[in-house]
């Protein structure tokens, strides 16, 4: 079984649409949940990222992440054509506990329609 | 442009044969990362660099090697080519250090072993 499992897609929603996209875990050690973007098989590119529990909001874009249940979500309201993209949560510990490298979710690719 | 820059952009070779990926880190980060993304698959973690020493490895093949220099930059060298060896392969760069380990992505070598 992987480490971060992410709801697989994919996504098509119309413009305007509340998104949500969600990611579990089974590696306690995890501190730290990232969000990843990715355009068409470019190098993806940093959303947001929280630490331990609860949430963040970055504009559109919300983080929400509950360690009780090993569960993150990134909400995106009104989402827009720009926002087609593949999806990338990532997890990763302390420094020194995971030496620092980030495990990924497999992505979810979403499509906004005019 | 994220700063993290890769060489060559694409790559098209035979079985059997053996490929250098080139990875130069944003300035000022001393660690370097390197993943593998197939058609199939999500971002596979290989190994990471932290200022020249081997700090974790992943899912890297044995015909797979890796190392970074003094000037920090880092070469992935691909060995024996199978089709299956076909991805793109990420580097990416990170300050390291306590803290949410956020990674940035270069464009991507895409490699296509025929």
């Known amino acids: 079984q992987k480490e971060v499992e992410q709801d697989p897609g994919p996504l098509s929603v119309p413009e305007g649409a509340i998104v949500s996209l969600n990611c579990t875990y089974s590696?306690?050690?995890?501190?730290?949940f990232m969000w990843y973007r990715q355009y068409s098989r470019k190098g993806p590119e940093l959303l947001m990222y929280?630490?331990?529990?609860g949430n963040k909001e970055d504009g559109r874009f919300t983080a929400q992440v509950d360690k009780s249940s090993k569960y993150i979500s990134l909400f995106i309201r009104d989402s827009q054509p720009s926002d087609s993209a593949t999806y990338l949560c990532a997890m990763s510990g302390l420094y020194n506990t995971n030496a620092g490298k980030s495990t990924f979710g497999d992505g979810t690719t979403l499509t906004v329609k005019p | 442009d994220s700063g993290v820059t890769q060489t060559p952009k694409h790559l098209i070779t035979a079985t059997g044969q053996r490929v250098t990926l080139r990875c130069s880190p944003r300035s000022g980060d001393l660690s370097v990362y390197w993943y593998q993304q197939s058609l199939d698959q999500g971002l596979q973690f290989l190994i990471q660099y932290y200022n020249g020493e081997e700090r974790a490895k992943g899912n890297i093949l044995e015909r797979f090697s890796a190392q970074q220099f003094p000037d920090l930059h880092s070469e992935l060298n691909l060995s024996s080519l199978e089709l299956g060896d076909s991805a793109l392969y990420f580097c990416?760069?990170?300050?390291?250090?306590?803290?949410?380990?956020?990674?940035?992505f270069g464009a991507g070598s895409r490699l296509t072993v025929l």
């Open positions: 929280t630490y331990s529990s």
């Open positions: 990416a760069s990170s300050v390291a250090g306590v803290g949410a380990n956020v990674l940035t």
């Open positions: 590696n306690s050690a995890f501190q730290y």
